[in-house]
């Protein structure tokens, strides 16, 4: 029961981050820039962490999952459950923002739109190539998972954690939204590629895969780095 509820808590962290952060990208993007998107995405993570931090410790998110994973903190099992429920949150997520766009008559359809999805050469309004978009999404998740795992290592400072993960949060997609929308987050990815693809374009989900592998890969990065901090330091890994 107890892991039931931790993956619903999941499946409900996800969707709002999913459906408020994508929707404000591509309903308000235009008025409210990157700045806005990018608080959108990192003041959900902070709404979320008083909703359901006590449950699940709102990783929302399979990059922070994995760190965890990696780091020691959740087990193989458990992994895979909050794996399940974040994607599950983030493809309803999209497929109700789906029928929001739809239903705005003023937003030029889901073609005009795009439902907040990433990607990269003529997908990212940069340019950035696949390579590119690749190094770029683990190094943004490696500095964002880092935090997460520093920041609630400690008593200290875990209780403000939602905050400052927040806007962390924030900050990455500052930089990472010019260049591929920002992921760092492969169910925030996947949804909404999801979505795109049941209208007919395709190009998301075929780029997809970036976006779910390079953020697994920076979260392992992050755990690494971290146990070595605390080897470093002579703590217990």
């Known amino acids: 029961m107890d892991s039931m509820k931790k993956y619903l808590a999941e499946a409900l962290g996800t969707f709002t981050l999913t ?99 990433n990607g990269f050469d003529a997908a990212s309004t940069t340019g950035l190539s696949m390579i590119g978009a690749f190094v770029v999404e683990v190094i943004l998740t490696c500095v964002f998972v880092l935090t997460i795992l520093g920041v609630t290592a400690d008593n200290k400072t875990s209780h403000f954690g939602g905050l400052v993960i927040g806007l962390t949060l924030t900050f990455v997609h500052i930089m990472g939204i010019p260049l591929t929308g920002t992921s760092v987050n492969p169910a925030r990815s996947f949804g909404p590629a999801l979505a795109m693809a049941v209208t007919g ?37």
């Open 19 to 117: 459906l408020f952060g994508c929707g404000s990208a591509c309903i308000a993007g235009s008025t409210l820039g990157t700045v806005g998107i990018a608080l959108a995405f990192g003041l959900s993570i902070v709404c979320m962490a008083f909703v359901i931090g006590n449950v699940s410790g709102c990783h929302i998110n399979p990059a922070v999952s994995f760190g965890c994973y990696v780091d020691g903190r959740m087990s193989l099992k458990e992994l895979y459950g909050y794996w399940i429920a974040q994607f599950v949150g983030g493809i309803v997520a999209a497929f109700a923002l789906l029928f929001i766009v739809t239903q705005c008559g003023a937003l030029g359809g889901v073609a005009e739109t795009g439902l907040g999805c």
């Open 201 to 237: 374009n395709t190009v998301a989900l075929e780029q997809v895969w970036v976006f779910i592998f390079a953020p697994l890969a920076g979260a392992a990065l992050a755990a690494a780095i971290f146990k070595g901090f605390k080897s470093f330091y002579g703590a217990e890994a």
